[in-house]
C-alpha cells in the first residue's frame, strides 16, 4: 500500500471532524483519512477489516503510514473480556511504518521510519522524573476514542494506536525514529514484545552470566526472554510450555532445554538444577497458576519476575510461610521496565548490524485480510508472532 492511498474523507454531517478555522473559517479544515482497519464491534464479536475514518494531525500529532504490525496476545485479551475495553475497536499496538504527514508544531520529517510506542511518558509525573517513565502517571488507557467507523460511530483504539490499521494518527512522542532499510516484520516487534522481554532480562530481572532461568509461556515475549537470556549470558535456560509444537522454536530462540508444563514440572526442573531451582522464573503467561507455577521453579533467595499480563479477578495465591521461608521476590516487568525512547533505537541499532536475529519470533507474515485468522492461531498457542505486512 502507498500513502496516495489513503483517501481524504468528507462525510455529511460530522461536524466535530471539520472544526471551523480561526477567524471565521478563511482556511479550510485539514480532512480525515479513510483507511482499512481491523476492527471488533463487541467482546467476543466476529473480527472484520473495515473502512475507518481517522482525523488529520492536530498540533504535536503525525500521520503514520504502517508497513508492519504484530498480532499480540494483549490485542486478544482485549476482544475476549480479559481487559475492559470499549468499541467499535481497532485492533493492533505493535507497529513500524513510515511518517506521512505532520501537525502543527511537529518536529519529525515526512519519509522518517518509525516504531510505535503505545506507553509515551509525559517526563513530568513523579514517576518520569524519577527515571520510571514505564509507570508514567499518564499512561495510555487501555482503549482511546479517535475517529469513527464508516458508517459514523464513534471508534476507539487499541492503547491509543489501533495498529492493525493501514495507517494511524498518533500524538508525536508515541512515535520513536529507526534507521531505514530494517525488515518491517522484525522492526514490528521492538515496540511490544522484543522490548518488553528484552528489558524483562536486562532492566528488571538483571540476569547475570553463569546464572539459571526458566520461561514459562513461549509467545513471542517469552521466546524474546530466552533470547535475552542467552545473550546475558545465563547457562542453564530452561523453555516451558503446555505445547510440545513449541520446543523447535524454544531451542532455535536459546533455550538449553525445553519442558513440558505438567506434573513433573518440578522435578524435571530441580534436577537440571542441582536440586535448587533456578535463579530467575519469567512468568510470560498472565495466569494465577502459571504464577504459582514459576514461583516452585524458583530457588531460595531467586525471584519471580511476571511479564504476563492476566485478569483483575484472576488471584494469586501464596501460603504466608511459604514466602518468609523461600525468601523468594516476586515482582512485575511493566513494558520491561524501559524508557522505549532509548532503548528502541539500541534495539533498532543491534537488528541493524546483525546483533539481534529477530527472525525466529515470526511466525509468518500475512496480508491485513488474514490477521482475523491469526487470533484465532494465538489462541489456540500456534506460533510466536503473526505480522501483518503492509506495503
Keep these: 500500500m502507498t500513502d496516495p492511498e489513503l483517501s481524504p474523507a468528507a462525510p455529511a454531517g460530522r461536524a466535530e471532524l471539520f472544526p471551523a478555522a480561526p477567524g471565521g473559517g478563511a482556511e479550510p479544515a485539514p480532512a480525515p483519512v479513510t483507511v482499512r482497519a481491523l476492527v471488533a464491534r463487541g467482546s467476543g464479536a466476529e473480527l472484520r477489516v473495515e473502512r475507518v475514518r481517522l482525523p488529520a494531525p492536530g498540533p504535536g500529532e503525525v500521520r503514520v503510514t504502517i508497513r508492519a504490525a504484530g498480532v499480540c496476545h494483549s490485542d486478544l485479551s482485549m476482544v475476549n473480556g480479559t481487559l475492559a475495553a470499549r468499541?467499535?475497536?481497532?485492533?493492533?499496538?505493535?507497529?513500524?511504518?513510515?511518517?506521512?504527514?505532520?501537525?502543527?508544531?511537529?518536529?519529525?520529517?515526512?519519509?522518517?521510519?518509525?516504531?510505535?510506542?503505545?506507553?509515551?511518558?509525559?517526563?513530568?509525573?513523579?514517576?518520569?522524573?524519577?527515571?520510571?517513565?514505564?509507570?508514567?502517571?499518564?499512561?495510555?488507557?487501555?482503549?482511546?476514542?479517535?475517529?469513527?467507523?464508516?458508517?459514523?460511530?464513534?471508534?476507539?483504539?487499541?492503547?491509543?494506536?489501533?495498529?492493525?490499521?493501514?495507517?494511524?494518527?498518533?500524538?508525536?512522542?508515541?512515535?520513536?525514529?529507526?534507521?531505514?532499510?530494517?525488515?518491517?516484520?522484525?522492526?514490528?516487534?521492538?515496540?511490544?514484545?522484543?522490548?518488553?522481554?528484552?528489558?524483562?532480562?536486562?532492566n528488571t530481572a538483571l540476569v547475570a552470566p553463569g546464572e539459571s532461568v526458566a520461561v514459562v509461556g513461549l509467545g513471542g515475549v517469552g521466546l524474546a526472554v530466552l533470547s535475552a537470556a542467552r545473550r546475558a549470558g545465563a547457562t542453564t535456560i530452561l523453555a516451558i510450555d503446555v505445547a510440545e509444537a513449541k520446543r523447535d522454536l524454544a531451542l532455535a530462540a536459546g533455550a538449553t532445554d525445553f519442558l513440558l508444563s505438567d506434573d513433573r514440572l518440578s522435578k524435571e526442573v530441580r534436577a537440571r538444577t542441582e536440586s535448587r531451582g533456578v535463579d530467575h522464573a519469567f512468568e510470560c503467561v498472565g495466569r494465577a497458576a502459571t504464577i504459582r507455577a514459576a514461583w516452585r521453579l524458583t530457588r531460595r533467595g531467586g525471584a519471580v519476575t511476571v511479564v504476563g499480563m492476566g485478569a483483575k479477578d484472576d488471584m494469586v495465591s501464596l501460603g504466608a510461610l511459604d514466602i518468609f521461608h523461600s525468601a523468594r521476590t516476586l515482582r512485575s516487568s511493566v513494558y520491561g521496565s524501559s524508557d522505549p525512547d532509548r532503548e528502541v533505537p539500541v534495539l533498532a541499532a543491534e537488528l541493524a548490524d546483525g546483533a539481534l536475529d529477530l527472525r525466529v519470533l515470526v511466525s509468518g507474515t500475512i496480508p491485513l485480510d488474514e490477521a482475523p485468522a491469526a487470533f484465532d492461531r494465538i489462541a489456540r498457542g500456534e506460533g510466536a508472532r503473526w505480522v501483518v505486512t503492509l506495503d
Design 87 to 202: 468499541f467499535p475497536l481497532v485492533l493492533g499496538h505493535e507497529a513500524t511504518g513510515v511518517v506521512a504527514e505532520v501537525g502543527p508544531g511537529s518536529e519529525l520529517t515526512v519519509g522518517t521510519p518509525v516504531v510505535l510506542n503505545w506507553a509515551p511518558a509525559c517526563r513530568s509525573c513523579w514517576w518520569c522524573r524519577r527515571g520510571e517513565p514505564w509507570l508514567c502517571a499518564d499512561t495510555t488507557a487501555p482503549t482511546v476514542p479517535r475517529g469513527e467507523t464508516d458508517d459514523g460511530v464513534p471508534l476507539h483504539l487499541t492503547l491509543g494506536l489501533g495498529a492493525l490499521a493501514e495507517a494511524v494518527v498518533v500524538p508525536e512522542r508515541a512515535v520513536i525514529p529507526i534507521p531505514a532499510g530494517l525488515p518491517p516484520e522484525q522492526a514490528a516487534l521492538l515496540g511490544c514484545a522484543v522490548l518488553t522481554g528484552v528489558g524483562a532480562v536486562r
